[in-house]
């Protein structure tokens, strides 16, 4: 693996590396890790990397790494930079034989992602999204339990994600996570709904197996100042005539990253909060509340593949993040040795999710722009 | 007391009886308790009320007991019957002098609920409308946190009200607490946000002290052959700029009564769940979260006065409920006898109320009808 | 109902009074509400009592009201004194042909409960012990399920009963509830192994069925100054080879009334916390946690009983409390009336569990006096 | 890094594997897997390891290391076999100059225990013990907040370990974990009270900075045909005068892994639940609970640099256990460079703690077997 951005005070490429190399399958063997080519070689240094492979810009990485024999160059990109900076390297990777992991939303437009979407297309290279919150296994096995008809129909969908880090100018002055992230030039269109909205939308479908078909907006700035939405409530219509909710904030002040999800069919409902991952309760009107929890009990194959320690010893965020890591590892490796891979491991987040994302974000502002009550899901 | 409605086997007039007789203040004196004579004797009889207090009809009732001594007669009437027969009986009790304690919402439609709100003005009685969760010390506590600053000004307001009841037809085939309240005739033009949307909205400005003024609801009914909603998402505006979703449900399958209320400030936020009422959950984003309780360390004066029994007692619904009577009781004994009565007993429910919750009530049913995003609350 | 103790600034007359009269089945007809007979009036007078009603001591409402004829007189008398002022008013009510209630501990040592236990075998009249804790509806589903070998043959027990009150003595300096509490003279020879340490034994037992054999007590007086213990933790033996631990604490600084109960079976296990009292979690290894809440799916017969109100809507303290008055009142009026009563109303505490409680006060005194590990539990 | 033990179908291995290199200061370089060859070897691969550096036996592996140049060869053992294979890789890598990590309980018997101490001390080398649950942000919180004398002083301590995964022997016939840790030759002279008991009594002691004195211990073997107690309660008294009860079990039928603590001061009490780690709760009777919260707000030093990402982000298992591991090879790092090291770093368990530990064990069954109530804690 080669990495593009994650710098040494970057969040989130830690966690990426952290993810990447959980399971021993990933090796970080080069980087660009900064537009500052110091701090680039600093970052490469402190991960004990060979001074030669790491890289002023993403571009010579792609070069050098290019020239070097099979089986010692890298063999895919993550790319870890701010949203603008997702496109440029994730084509030049995909044009020059690599894969791609990139972080989300995968671009900064829809008209990018559709770009993008073509050239893995062409190249037929794989490509994988780190909508890393579909890695939980309980996140996962709500998703089997609906595929096998544990709740019927489904009626209704709340998902909500409320943080409070940006309920103040002032908390966030200096603060490099914050910074891009409010500037439409490196986030894109939208603020919260383009950081965790899209977060929302994604582990809404991805659970359900359902579709969002139109969306009535109401996008905030709270903090005066701001130039993006720190906040959005979104009435849902799903293809198959469910209904939901879906809000997020980064001003609910109080709240970390309490992610969670309610969903209820004709049979039952199911609620799953990021917060206590490894619990997911299963809710019927005849049996009341059970606790499902990861590695308890009969579960399915796809949240017994996502665990990796016994029942009642805690996986996080780092262990959900690396099972995307770690299916899209499995399944370049049986690529590369021209095996077949088991189906579950095909189970990771890709162009078709990001393309998704992109189109929400941009259903969000034309919907809160609008004085029509619904407006389409424009993929 | 005299009570109209609340036989045998509905369920809300054995709450209000209790609720009334909890602190000793309020006696049951007399009551129509039915349409069927029969029933409302049998009614009268296992309350051990004597017979001749047990009338066939509330008309009856007012008349007759409007012929006794005063100190005999009763001092109000409380209304427990179905929304389409609190009108008629509220009216007529008025008329004759007597105090109305009511149920909610207050009336069948908005212009039935103006007229009454004009018979309580020209008569000068009290009527007290029995939003029964105003009552509970922890909602008590968020409003006098709110109205005291600790939230600075609010930004955010999520309020929730799923239940799972009436997730099918056959669930309550035969139930008469289902039966009518699906029944337009008997219910008004709302199912869901009638019954408990109201309780929503009123929760969320009871608590925040702010108004609702536009919303743009999206209702359904999932459950074939059902004449009312039995659900409904709706985005909120509120008078100082605050937005807000309110979701109520009836087939939220698993779903008890879980009502519940978050509000996002400036400088904090609130949570409050019914079914775990003794906790409200304070939450900064610079001191994480602190669980505020029932009857531990420093409260308002409001919450104080709500709470019968030491801290770690849990207090309930019923405790809830009788604290509405308990003040609506205070505040006619002070009336009665001429007395100042301390404001913190002028804390419960009447007639503005009442009017909100129909104007809600139309407001769901006229913007889930329209294509425009916003429909002023019309009031 | 007759009352003796619980002047108006008690704790515990009070919560008597709300409980009995929940349900519409007892009525206050008469009391001696204390030793001062300005507060007995004062009490009297604020419960709308008749003057004549409203006695001095209790030996003189007992003689006076047997004067009464029957259908007017008390049929019972509720005793809600300290400690020490339990037996003489029980005795005297029973000689006279009055039924009992008696809060608990029963009396204020071993001696003098074989002694009541003897008086009410010769009368033959009713005897209740306000155990309350057993009222909780999943209290009684926990006992059925146990019943019904659900958990297999029972294996271990921890009971917790941690109260933070007595932390300090200036927290309770003037405080009349810790006062004769901490008092050995009127409490007995246990502080709080008798205040509350009782009330675990007992729920343990009635839980289980099962009772303790012997048992090994560590009692501890953090405070300084205090008479009594203000902490103790119990190692148990069960009669059935269970073993178990039994802790209570009045100074576990923060703690409210966290009384809870854990039972493992050699087929799964239960939780109940007093706090959140309306869940009863169940656990195996093969399924991980279900809730079961009161009102929701199939429960007992038993929990049914106990029940008033819809699923959701809390029922807490007071309701539990006067599900043991419910109970009672229903034995009573079958017997008044000639009837058998239906077994489920049968489930009172009464005179045996009486006796345990103060036999395990005695065990655990002797317990911690003695350097064995183990002591039978004397009866 | 060079492992001894952790094979392929070992629990623990790869949890060590995991948490060593989760932090990019750690590489495993080479390992002697297993007592089977092909086995170690198969381990190896799968792992990336170069063929000659994976070796039949601890003893090659030792040799074989310290042949090769300072710089290539491993700096450091990790043991992470069965306890009775403690001991001896350990004490020949302290002579042959290696630093040591080693799993606990650190060896079969206190004088084992003891006789690593000396070596430890003679060779002057680095020791680690993973009592890996030291390593939690929120437990560092604990013992900080308990230093700087929030709690003040210490009255009482529960601490909780059950499990229910040895509830039968159906259950774990062929289960390799089950099977050594129920085999004294493997396991030591104590079953749940050495796997976990001792994690309970570290805990106790870490957090609170006192030392257990004398102990009461009531030791059972529920499951017939099993050798080892599979559960244990003991009450305990420390140093300062406080008293508590330790609690352990592998019975607790449908309980995961729910190690638990609850510590009661003089002026307020912590609780803290391994399964959820991230949440501490600080109560106090003035205040009320706070649930202090990694990541957020004012926090030690200590919790601060225990912290891997975000607030909200839930760290687990493998994240505590990679502190233990990493403030180790900070420690070595320091010492290797002949650098100072930050004293935060220095926080990890050692040889202390693995001698306390098998007096733990030792004095269990020391007091197990007494007819005496109290046996001191034999060091």
Request: hydrophobic residues 35%; aromatic residues 8%; glycine residues 10%.
């Amino acid at each position: 693996m080669g990495m593009v951005g994650g710098g040494l005070d970057a969040f989130i490429g830690a966690v990426h590396r952290r993810a990447a190399t959980m399971d021993h399958e990933i090796e970080l063997v080069c980087g660009a890790f900064s537009a500052n080519p110091e701090k680039s070689k600093a970052t490469g240094h402190s991960l004990y990397l060979p001074p030669d492979r790491v890289y002023d810009t993403f571009e010579e990485m792609i070069r050098r790494e290019k020239e070097l024999p099979e089986g010692e160059r890298m063999d895919f990109v993550s790319i870890v930079t701010p949203n603008h900076l997702h496109f440029p390297p994730a084509k030049l990777a995909l044009e020059n034989g690599f894969h791609v992991v990139c972080d989300k939303p995968m671009t900064i437009n829809l008209e990018e992602a559709k770009a993008l979407a073509k050239i893995v297309e062409e190249t037929g290279l794989l490509f994988c999204l780190t909508h890393n919150y579909t890695g939980y296994p309980m996140v996962k096995e709500a998703r089997a339990m609906i595929k096998a008809g544990k709740l019927g129909e489904i009626r209704k969908v709340i998902v909500e994600y409320p943080q409070g880090w940006l309920a103040t100018m002032t908390d966030t002055s200096g603060n490099k996570q914050a910074d891009w992230r409010t500037d439409p030039s490196r986030s894109g269109a939208a603020g919260c709904m383009g950081d965790i909205g899209t977060h929302a939308e994604n582990l809404a479908e991805y659970i359900t197996g359902l579709k969002i078909t139109e969306m009535c907006a109401d996008l905030t700035t709270y903090v005066p100042g701001r130039q993006l939405d720190d906040d959005g409530n979104v009435l849902l219509h799903f293809e198959n005539g469910a209904k939901g909710v879906l809000h997020a904030s980064q001003i609910a002040n109080g709240e970390e990253n309490d992610f969670n999800i309610r969903i209820y069919g004709e049979l039952g409902g199911l609620q799953w909060f990021q917060m206590e991952p490894n619990t997911l309760i299963y809710k019927t009107n005849e049996a009341g509340a059970r606790r499902i929890r990861t590695g308890v009990g009969e579960l399915s194959p796809e949240s017994k593949a996502a665990t990796r320690i016994p029942a009642g010893h805690p996986e996080g965020f780092l262990e959900a993040f690396a099972n995307i890591y770690h299916n899209f590892a499995l399944t370049l490796r049986a690529r590369m040795n021209g095996e077949q891979v088991d189906p579950i491991y095909l189970d990771f987040p890709g162009i078709e999710e990001g393309i998704r994302g992109l189109a929400f974000i941009e259903t969000c502002i034309a919907s809160n722009d609008s004085t029509e009550k619904w407006t389409k899901f424009k993929e």
